[in-house]
């Protein structure tokens, strides 16, 4: 109030008001707006002129004792960012790029301006107004001729314009009436250097307009000669920058010289300057005042202050300046309002003779993304400095270092090794390239025009739709224009209807210019799917080529087409069609997309001639017509000439007729159709064609063997008219379709199969059932003689085979083959070729093994160099092979195409061969699989044959399941023993189903019986994998050996592969251990012996092979017992988890053991790639933590130690960071850790604990071990005392070290009543009273609690030590620190009263007060003391406070994790300042060693001489011994209480117990014991707590049963399942209120980041609860929190249509504060305005508004808001509230004109009112 009556002064004397001031009866309104008499407040103010002009006085005297500074030195040094750009302030710009209407005008700090023609002065503007209206006018300067890459000039911000992004955007000005608009005529000085434009050109010279009225300026012709890069006549407007040669008639006249080394080389003087005339540009003489990381700040001019920031000095200048040192400096900007001057150190800018280069050095580079990047320096206000691979320095603007909406965390981004950065933009006024790290814009596909090319398909979103097109953007920056012509293949009328905004679509790139940023596009569809070659250019428009353009440009003489980059040609009438062209426009439309060829080119004259006709035809030359003699049937030889994708064009021989021989036309088989394909070569004369069909356009051959033997004997018909139903022809699938297939056949005729129709059996889809190409035999069963239609069957049951049979079709196939090969090896001359073709199936070669991988084997033949022999792994088993190995094997296989030749070296296929008798069947084993061919060997004779896999035409593509494959079994019988054609195989027919065949007995009775346990088994091994070996054992069952039994524990190296050690292929002996589950492959337990495995579990290691010995069976618990803690065992690396981030290791094939992150690594360096560390198989050492066998749970650790131990460097994991503690740290084996500020560092830093984040590693030094957490340490000097520096702050461990007078820096505690408490280190913690804490007067301790904040750092001086009691007396004030005060000068606080001038006051004060009121004062003290104060002492000599605190209360602190300074200080009115650090109370000590209060006093009450001098024993009295225990007796008891009181934590289960006893509806002290369980990783006894809880709680509690209720979710959500979680919180239901039930889930979902999970159940509550506003409430909440603004806006929506009416505004005002709070405040003011405007006088919405535009607003939008608040028509009680809220802002964030400004307006307000009443 007191502040209130010093702003609207109460009462006072009346004085008689002036007669200019009407009288108003001030007592009918409220007080607080009454004022003081009128004539005080005008002397007072009459008073501030005056004191104002001797302020101004003083600054024009120039001297420099009195001489003021004309602006501020700023506090710290930063660039300049665009929110401190403003209207009117100058900066020095540089020509960036120009284009005839508007400049792009580089300024400092990367900032971008745009310089518009119409700003550049009056008289240019003029110019060119009269040009527009008279085209006669003299020709003017454009702007290109003004300006020049490079040149710098001055400019103005003339206006800042948001653009639609919202970004600003500067406009900026040269008018000299702007720039130059502070100076005067009598400012005007010889030697300035100013800016104008030419006004008139003279006989003798140029009038110049600098902007200053009643000012002419003169410019002689002949100074002009002198001035580089312009000519030598100057024109009207334009721009120049001159130099003041002469002054005359004070300042009317002015005479100017443009000589550019005397205006590069002036340099500003003194006088004729101030900060409202500054100029950018000028060259000044500057003293460093002072050096910074960030730059420099500099005084100038005498009077000016500047800073350098560190974008404008030199790289090397930054070390080498010093305080005082002269420099020379350039002045890049001036900002009037904020007093601010920016200057420039760089060479480019500073010294004479040097220009600006607008590129840099290394070529344009804008765009580029570069890896590898080191950030060199990092300017937490500016941004950060990066060093490129190439080492070229580039900077990064805070704004770019972090997403949008992420929070911003530069220490994280400064940890980083590398960055990947793109290069946005190069600064030529900086003379740096900028880039960013967001990676929003990094993985952008284009970033500038020139990324884009002519012809790309490119995704975009329309922007807007204009009358001349549409606007699409691709990227934020670069949009281009899709014509209205190109907007679709037609001209659309309403194009609105077809494109919205916001729409995603695809366009392709019609023509780009990068340079003037032009791009336009085209949504055609026939152009943007066009699959056609694309012209760009005129040199791609070679003759011949066909490519999509469109029409636009109709004439009588053709059509103009326009390809891409504007190519365009013309179309002669005579090929527009091949049909003629009388009106080409009434046939052909602009916009028209066509195909057009290429006739005629000449890029030299960009002339194009296209045809429309040809490219119809397909070819400019029109195929030969067939000769009479070539007929349909007639067997034919032709010439091949060109070879295509899908065929052969041949010459028909002897007449060369043109025709068409398609690929699939070439075979029956469609394997052997591109072989044969690949073996043709231009030049080739291919025999047994025939002519398959003939029109006018071509003819087509055919070369199937089928197909020809179907026209030679006549099976075809050749007309529709000659097709009848039943008839059955041969042709060839030629489309598939979702319904059928269609058939052609010989003469072009096309039948349709449906699907129902083309195979026996059911198929899913009639796309994939054969082969394009496949010959198929077809019987006619529909005609439609109406369309010339008809449907065929291509069922096998249906359609009898042909004469031409599957033997005969398959030496055929067989031939076919043979001839590819001949062919290639005829070609090529080659010997491999050769002896290739030479090779028959069946045939023994002698061969060199090469290789043994896993797949099988490789071999190398001394008659086959070159070649790849090969064999699966199927073929060599039971076969061991060694590189280098001689071996026999028979082939099976040759691919001629690929050189590999496929064999086995099967025994059964070696044996020798056993002759066969005709018409015999036997059973066959299919050896190898060759597409449309398979090798087959036939039951035990090792003969071998090739046959078909397919059994008729018609066959269609069977299921994978279904298809012939090595290994199958198929009945064959013999046709032929020996076949000619089969180069001497046996010829045989097949049949897929295999005869039953009686096993033998052996085989029978081992595959019923399978394998025992401790049975000796042998096997080929079938694969090796890291923990496994997979065994086929000689019955054919499998196996399976544990990577634990391959090696014997002893013998495994650390880091080996034990199944490394065993090959593929190679034969082992094992023994039968178990089995496993063939689903699960789960090992088995034992039971009875005789019980058998189908899957064998087998050992290979020696001990258990000895059958000597007896195998006893061991079950995983007996295995599991054998193992100690802290025994050291190998195991073997399993698998990782990399959701739990633990390690999963094997020891025996029953026995998986867990290790834990921290227990895995020793190097936080490791964590982000932990699965790296440790390879599958691996063998490792590991110590055994916990082992338990029932419920079975097996620990280990890779680190070494299985314990914690005191001394031990270890790695831990960071959970929480509490300011008032330190790091909670999770270490290995559960354990849990602190981590004090002091330990952080061996140097303090400023913010200790921002360097640190939940869930990073950390390394850590076990200090110690109390109440069940460790101390931890993070200093170097722990870590690693070898390699560590000395220690800034070193460890304080003991009071002893201290010394009085020694200074020391700490963080700060608390701050309270008492005074300011440091922490010193973990254990110690000092007091620095308030009057020895600053020089400052402080009334009360919070104003020190605002600005001293805990953690802050501070360095202090200890005045004392009483190491007896453990108390260290600080001091903080700069006297004794020699550091600044910790209250900045800002607050305006008084100083505190010293010597006599404190004698006064005190005295003045007792006066004051009576004895009695003294008496009662103390009195008072006494009670509060004896309520707040544990112990107190007093002391004659002394007062003041004396504060002690236990340990004990110290670890009940770190246990709560919560700041409590009432808890932690206790202060006391009547002790010494000082603070003591005692030890805790020990049972161990008898009740005399506690002592008394009296014993206490007496040692403090003791004279100085006694303390000084050694104390002799004095015997005590029996009264002295009695008193003493009395005072005992009291302490015991005072502790007995403790332990019963139930707010203390018990620290086991007995004492848990106990409490539960007296307090069993306490859910605290239920979650406490919880707790208690779970710090001991003991989940289940956890649980049982619970549960117990919800049993023992009464149920008319309910708040307490609902807390147990939330722990137990809690515990589920982070140690359980969902289903348990889901369980729990159905049992919740049941007992609770649902709604808080499920508000607490919510929350437990979202803390733990289950955002899914949350938000399903937020969807159901909102269902469930719709009438309840805190549901919708918490849901927005959540949303907003999640940034998904959108859904919070349509779920308030839903919200107010589910909400009662009277529920609206509060709710829209709760969703407003939460936009402000979470989501975009601008969306959150704008709700707020909407409500006000409907409910203007709900003056409690206006104050919660207020609020939330303080806290998030600009000043300019509070100020707003409170001019609105107070002319509000509500009562005069509410707006006398607002004016209080008003005056009490702008105290704390305005000026005094501002704070002045508020009052005014009350008092015109109580003036009105008064005026009203007294009306």
Known sequence: ???????????????????????????????????????????????????????????????????????????????????????????????????????????????????????????????????????????????????????????????????????????????????????????????????????????????????????????????????????????????VTFQVEQIKNDGRVVRLSVSPSAITQACAESHGWNLTNLLPGLMVNATIKKVTKQGLMLDFLSSFSGQVDFLHMEPDQASSCKEGDEVRACVLYVEPSARQVGLSLRTYLVQPGTTVETRPAGGDRIGEVIKGCKMTAMHYKSGAMLELPDNTVVFVHRNNLKETREPANNNRVLAMPEHTCRILDFSPMDQIHFVTLRKSVIEKRFYR???????????????VLLGHGMVVHLSDHIKGLVPRTHLSDIILKNPEKKYTEGMKIKCRVLSVEPDIRKLFLTRKKAMVESTLPLILSYADARPGRMSHGFIVCVKSFGCIVRFYNNVKGLVPVSELSAEPVFNPEEVFYIGQVLKAKVLQCEPEKARLLLSFKAAVEGDSEEPAKAPIDCEVGKTLEAKLLKKTVNGLEVAILPDEVRALLPTMQLSD?????????????????????????????????????????????????????????????????????????????????????????????????????????????????????????????????????????????????????????????????????????????????????????????????????????????????????????????????????SSCVHVSLLSKLMAKKKPLTEESKYTAIVQHIDKDFAVISLDETAQLTVIETINHLNDIQRPEAEQLRAGMILAVSVVEASCHELRGLPLVSWERTAPKRERAPSESQTSSKGHRFGEMVKGSVRSVKPTCIQVTLEDGSKGSIHVSEVVEAEQVSLGSFPTSTVKVGSVVTARVIGGREAASHRFLPFSHPKFVYALSELTLLPRKLDTSVELKPVTAKETLSSYKVGEEITCFVSKFHPEKKSLEVTTDPCVTGTVELLAMMSDPKDASHPEKLYKLGQAVRAKVVEVNASPQRFVLSLIGVHALEKGLVTLGMVTNILPHLGLMVKLPFGAMGTVSVNDLADAYRPNPLDAYSKGQLVRCYLVGNETAKWQLSLRPSRLNPEQAKQAKDPEVLSIEELEAGQIIRGYVKSVCEPGVFIRLSRSITGRAQLQQSTTYFVSNHKVLCETVTPNTLLTTKILSIDKKEGLVDLSLLPADTGKPDILPASLGLPLRLTGEEKEKHDSKRKRKLSESQQADEITQKKKKTTKKTKKTKTDDSDSGVEVYFREEEDKEEEDALKPDP??????????????????????????????????????????????????????????????????????????????????????????????????????????????????????????????????????????????????????????????????????????????????????????????????????????????????WLSYGTFLLQQGQSDAASALLQRALKSLPSKESVDVITKFAQLEFRYGDAEKGRTMFDKVLTSYPKRTDLWSVFIDLMVKYGSQKEVRSLFDRAVHLSVSVKKIKFFFKRYLEYEKKHGTPQSIQDVKDKAMEFVEAKGSEAAS
């Not at 009639?766 to 239609?789: I, S, Y």
């Not at 009740?1487 to 050694?1510: I, R």
């Not at 209480?1537 to 069993?1560: C, G, I, N, V, Y």
């Not at 605290?1564 to 549960?1587: D, G, K, P, S």
Request: charge should be neutral; hydrophobic fraction near 35%.
């Open 449 to 463: 025009y020139h990324d884009l090319q002519t012809g790309q398909v490119v995704e975009g979103t329309v922007s």
């Open 1 to 239: 109030m007191s502040t209130m009556e010093e702003d609207f002064p109460r009462g006072g004397t009346t004085k008689k008001p002036t007669e200019s001031k009407v009288v108003v009866n001030r007592t009918e309104v409220d007080n607080l707006f009454q004022q003081t008499s009128e004539p005080k407040e005008t002397k007072k103010r009459k008073g501030a002129v005056k004191d104002d002009a001797k302020k101004l006085k003083k600054q024009k005297t120039g001297k420099d004792k009195d001489a003021l500074t004309l602006n501020a030195a700023v506090k710290c040094v930063e660039i300049l960012h665009l929110k401190n750009v403003k209207e009117g302030m100058l900066m020095l710009g540089c020509v960036k790029e120009m284009t005839d209407f508007e400049v792009t005008v580089s300024l400092p700090c990367g900032l971008q301006g745009f310089l518009s023609i119409r700003n550049i002065s009056d008289s240019y503007t003029k110019l060119l107004s009269a040009q527009l209206e008279d085209a006669a006018t003299e020709e003017i300067c454009s702007l290109p001729q003004i300006f020049y890459p490079g040149m710098t000039f001055r400019c103005v911000v003339a206006k800042l314009d948001v653009a639609k992004g919202g970004s600003l955007s500067i406009q900026l000005s040269i008018n000299p009436k702007l720039v130059n608009k502070a100076l005067t005529s009598s400012s005007l000085k010889a030697g300035m250097v100013l800016s104008g434009c030419v006004e008139s050109i003279e006989d003798h010279g140029y009038l110049v307009d600098i902007g200053i009225d009643g000012t002419k300026a003169f410019l002689p012709k002949t100074a002009v000669k002198d001035k580089q890069n312009n000519p030598e006549e100057l024109k009207m407007g334009q721009y």
């Open 1462 to 1671: 009432e808890k932690q200080v206790k202060p006391s009115t009547v002790a010494p300042s000082r603070l003591q650090v005692a030890a805790g109370f020990s049972w161990d000590v008898g009740l005399s060693s506690l002592k008394p209060a009296s014993a206490a006093q007496e040692v403090d009450s003791s004279d100085e001489e006694d303390q000084e001098g050694s104390r002799k024993p004095q015997k005590k009295s029996r009264h002295e011994l009695e008193q003493e225990k009395k005072t005992a007796e009291k302490a015991l008891v005072q502790r007995e209480s403790e332990l019963m009181d139930p707010s203390l934590r018990p620290q086991d289960t007995a004492a848990f117990e106990r409490l539960l006893l007296a307090s069993p509806n306490s859910s605290l002290l239920w979650l406490q014991y919880m707790a208690h369980h779970l710090q001991a990783t003991q989940i289940e006894q956890a649980r049982a707590v619970a549960e117990r809880a919800l049993k023992t709680i009464s149920f008319r509690e309910e708040q307490e049963k609902l807390n147990v209720w939330v722990s137990l979710l809690n515990l589920e959500n982070m140690y359980g399942t969902d289903e348990s979680l889901k369980k729990v919180f159905e049992r919740a239901l049941q007992f609770c209120e649902p709604m808080p039930v499920y508000q607490q889930l919510a929350d437990i979902y979202a803390k733990s980041n289950k955002i899914k999970e949350a938000e399903n159940l937020y969807k159901n509550m909102v269902k469930r609860f719709r009438q309840m506003k805190a549901v």
């Open 669 to 897: 088989h469609m394997s052997n159709c591109p072989l044969l394909w690949e073996s043709l070569q231009e030049g080739d004369v291919i025999s047994n064609l025939v002519c398959s069909n003939r029109n006018k356009r071509n003819i087509s051959l055919t070369k199937k063997p089928t197909v020809k033997w179907s026209l030679e004997e006549g099976l075809v018909a050749k007309d529709f008219s000659e097709i009848t139903v039943g008839m059955q022809l041969i042709g060839w699938i030629k489309n598939m379709m979702s319904y059928g297939v269609f058939v052609e056949f010989p003469y072009g005729l096309v039948g349709l199969a449906p699907k129902s129709a083309m195979t026996d059996r059911f198929i899913p889809d009639a796309t994939t059932a054969f082969h394009p190409g496949q010959t198929v035999m077809a019987k006619v069963t529909n005609l439609d003689e109406e369309k010339r239609r008809f449907l065929v069957t291509l069922k096998i049951s249906e359609v009898m085979s042909s004469e031409d049979g599957a033997q005969t079709r398959l030496i055929r196939g067989l031939q076919e083959r043979r001839t590819v090969t001949e062919m290639l090896a005829a070609r090529d001359n080659a010997d491999l070729h050769k002896q290739l073709a030479a090779l028959s199936v069946g045939q023994k070669l002698k061969l060199t093994v090469d290789t043994v991988p896993e797949s099988g084997a490789t071999f190398k033949g001394d008659d086959l160099s070159g070649a790849s022999i090969m064999a699966t792994k199927h073929h060599v088993m039971g076969v061991s092979l060694t590189p280098g190995q001689k071996v026999t094997a028979v082939l099976l296989h040759v691919d001629i195409l």
